[in-house]
């Protein structure tokens, strides 16, 4: 018996990872001031900054950059503070976070940011969902950080 099903090889689904570094920059100019550059009160200093681990289907390293571009400029449109990507790379299959610990300092370790691209989108579609049928949305912006979706009790008076 020649059946094709016994050709076929499931290779489990692994997730292509790139690793995005960003800084920050704060305009002390906006403290006391309108922050502009137009008025003078442009006054920009390099602060910290975070690293994301970008989990995609696509090989394209550049497609993860893109994404976390779009992505940091949603809330870059101020004059107080901006975050802007410094350096990327694509991460080996068998990457684990520990590669990212500096041996001497590993008290100074901070664990990157994790974003998974399609399940990001997903979300955002099931979100998007709630709010066309009037649920209320909110947004958990800690370090964790998930969207949460609900929808909202209509009260009669």
């Not at 570094?21 to 920009?44: P, V």
């Amino acid at each position: 018996m020649n059946s094709h099903s016994d050709d076929i090889i499931f290779k489990p689904m692994t997730k292509y990872k790139t690793l995005i570094t960003t800084q920050y920059l704060e305009n002390y100019g906006a403290h006391s001031e309108n922050g502009k550059f137009e008025d003078g009160n442009a006054y920009w200093k390099f602060k910290g900054g975070e690293q994301y681990v970008i989990s995609t289907n696509s090989h394209k390293e550049a497609n993860a950059v893109a994404f976390m571009s779009a992505y940091l400029q949603k809330d870059n449109d101020n004059c107080r503070g901006k975050e802007l990507i410094t350096s990327w790379e694509m991460l080996p299959t068998d990457w684990v976070e520990e590669d990212l610990i500096v041996e001497g300092q590993e008290e100074f370790f901070r664990a990157p940011f994790y974003i998974d691209v399609e399940e990001y989108f997903e979300l955002q579609k099931r979100v998007n969902k709630k709010r066309k049928a009037g649920g209320k949305i909110s947004v958990d912006r800690s370090p964790a950080g998930m969207i949460t979706a609900s929808l909202a009790k209509a009260i009669n008076g």
